[in-house]
């Protein structure tokens, strides 16, 4: 049940564990064929090189991330005259995690800004109204208010969705009926929030793709009128990005970048995925805040990015013990 969810288990090593168990098929396509590939006493080669370049294609990180790690452990073999291929595991978990920890970036709300809004987007099926509940319920632990906007109006189990997310958290919800003008509900939402003192709002909208002119257009005029309601506003617009689809999460990344001004990132569903590597070439191609990563149905399984953790779990490293 919901309550037994909100309980947040702090003992670090037991949600690392979490996090392996969840990248356990990316880790699959990835480590299981570097296990092979960097055996002991084996010597580096360009057979070895081409294959591992390979392995980091077929795990999703792409062609062009790809080549680009390469060339950076390439520098490494040659500056510290690595010959053994037992020496290259540690070796790109180092160019890895120099990839991924500047994209390491938890979201943090100023108390000077009141209230802070939240603009999520995305494309049908992303799991943005999951996320934004999920989201909100770790705020309200924080001591947060939070009121949400019922955007998606054209989806009617959105607002219903949402609707249960606000009573579980025990925040205030403003929708209207479906097929109203998104863009009032989220002006009337605003208005609410000010008049209520609320610390946070967070705007779900409904799901679009990036090639969708005239939904892409109405994003925009969700935009648009919040920046005129309260000053710089949308202080966050939130991408959920669903990993499973692997490198077409950065072709809808440069679209709705296009559109709105993205400044973090949310990587949902990676515990179904073998496609993984994909945030790795997110991090290198976009260098985009990493907000969230989704690991799981649990509401403690959307939890703030951490690149040391990542990176481990992806190679399938023992639990920290005291980081």
């Known amino acids: 049940m919901y309550s037994e969810d909100r309980i947040i288990d702090n003992n670090k090593p037991k949600l690392f564990s979490r996090l392996r168990s969840s990248l356990s098929r990316t880790r699959q396509s990835l480590s299981g064929g570097l296990s092979g590939l960097f055996g002991a006493g084996k010597k580096i080669d360009q057979q070895t090189l081409d294959e591992l370049e390979e392995l980091l294609i077929l795990a999703d990180v792409g062609v062009e991330t790809s080549t680009k790690i390469m060339h950076a452990l390439n520098d490494i073999i040659r500056r510290k005259h690595i010959t053994n291929t037992e020496a290259l595991y540690p070796a790109l978990e180092e160019v890895i995690l120099g990839i991924m920890q500047p994209v390491e970036a938890p979201l943090e709300i100023p108390e000077t800004i009141k209230p802070f809004v939240i603009l999520v987007v995305g494309v049908n099926g992303a799991g943005k109204t999951t996320s934004v509940g999920k989201i909100t319920a770790q705020l309200v632990q924080q001591g947060k208010s939070v009121l949400l906007a019922a955007g998606d109006t054209f989806r009617a189990a959105a607002s219903e969705q949402l609707k249960i997310w606000g009573e579980r958290n025990q925040v205030h ?151």
Do not use: W
Request: hydrophobic share 40%; net charge negative.
């Open 173 to 323: 919800v403003v929708a209207q009926q479906p097929g109203a003008d998104a863009a009032a509900v989220v002006h009337d939402a605003l208005e609410s929030a000010v008049s209520r003192d609320s610390d946070i709002v967070i705007i779900d909208t409904a799901g679009r793709q990036h090639t969708s002119s005239d939904l892409m257009q109405e994003l925009e005029k969700i935009y648009r009128i919040t920046g005129k309601k309260i000053a710089r506003a949308p202080h966050e617009v939130l991408l959920v990005l669903d990993a499973g689809i692997g490198q077409n999460a950065i072709y809808q990344l440069q679209g709705f970048n296009k559109c709105v001004n993205v400044t973090g990132l949310c990587l949902t569903k990676l515990d179904g995925t073998a496609k993984g590597g994909v945030v790795i070439a997110i991090a290198e191609q976009t260098k985009l805040p990493i907000r969230y990563i989704g690991i799981g149905e649990g509401i403690d399984d959307l939890r703030q990015f951490n690149a040391r953790d990542f990176v481990r779990a992806l190679f399938n490293h023992n639990p920290p013990h005291a980081d």
